[in-house]
């Protein structure tokens, strides 16, 4: 059974950093293509971003783009997303998913999700 499990989160304020970790369990880790999303109170589910799974390859939303940094350590089975220059509209539950298929550059079948952990940014 894959179990994914977020830590990290907090109370910061604007303009301040987090850095969330997923550890994986279950599954070989460095076979599979990860992903961070988030969901603020009445609104949808929002994707943040992937990881391929070497690690070569990252995408992020626009909405992050330039702040956000999601990386991997395959030895640890870690996903990581370094959040800086934190704002307000950040605040969200942030859940690290694992694509459902080996060997992709890019997510698009996620079959396990992690409970999640709260990040909520104060101006």
């Known amino acids: 059974q894959v179990q994914l499990v977020e830590s990290g989160g907090g109370l910061v304020q604007a303009g301040g950093s987090l850095r969330l970790s997923c550890v994986v369990s279950?599954?070989?880790?460095?076979?599979?293509?990860m992903g961070w999303f988030r969901q603020a109170p009445g609104k949808d589910r929002e994707l943040v971003g992937t990881i391929s799974w070497s690690g070569r390859i990252t995408s992020y939303a626009d909405s992050v783009k330039g702040r956000f940094t999601i990386s991997r350590d395959n030895a640890k089975n870690t996903v990581y997303l370094q959040m800086n220059s934190l704002k307000p509209e950040d605040t969200a539950i942030y859940s690290c998913a694992s694509d459902g298929d080996l060997y992709r550059d890019s997510p698009r079948r996620f079959d396990s999700w992690g409970q999640g952990t709260q990040v909520t940014v104060s101006s």
């Open positions: 279950g599954r070989t880790f460095s076979l599979y293509a």
